[in-house]
Nanobody
Framework: QVQLVESGGGSVQAGGSLRLSCAAYGYNYGTICMGWFRQAPGKAREGVATIYGGGGSTSYADSAKGRFTISQDNAKNTLYLQMNSLKPEDTAAYYC???????????????????WGQGTQVTVSS
């Protein structure tokens, strides 16, 4: 079965940086889309950044543009999210997700993603 395991979360001060990693296990054919999503207490899960398999196009939420960078290493089956200039409003549990259904682009809607990790907590203090 496909398993996704996030790591790299933690507590940082506003303006700091974190690099999240997501390792994928249990599949051999790669993916079409991978992405990072986040969910704060009492709020709906929202898309942060996505990338098309094979190093294709990326999509970012407006809140992430200019600060976050998504990338992947297909040989290692690992997804990354570099987060710079963190703000208190970035505080949330961050999840990686993947979906292998063929599509033209990778959207930011969580409902489009089939496989999910357990999440890693990011806390940004002011």
């Amino acid at each position: 079965q496909v398993q996704l395991v996030e790591s790299g979360g933690g507590s940082v001060q506003a303006g700091g940086s974190l690099r999240l990693s997501c390792a994928a296990y249990g599949y051999n054919y790669g993916t079409i889309c991978m992405g990072w999503f986040r969910q704060a207490p009492g709020k709906a899960r929202e898309g942060v950044a996505t990338i098309y398999g094979g190093g294709g196009s990326t999509s970012y939420a407006d809140s992430a543009k200019g600060r976050f960078t998504i990338s992947q290493d297909n040989a290692k089956n690992t997804l990354y999210l570099q987060m710079n200039s963190l703000k208190p409003e970035d505080t949330a549990a961050y999840y990686c997700a993947t979906d292998w259904r063929l599509r033209a682009y990778c959207g930011l809607d969580p409902v489009e993603y089939r496989y999910w990790g357990q999440g890693t907590q990011v806390t940004v203090s002011s």
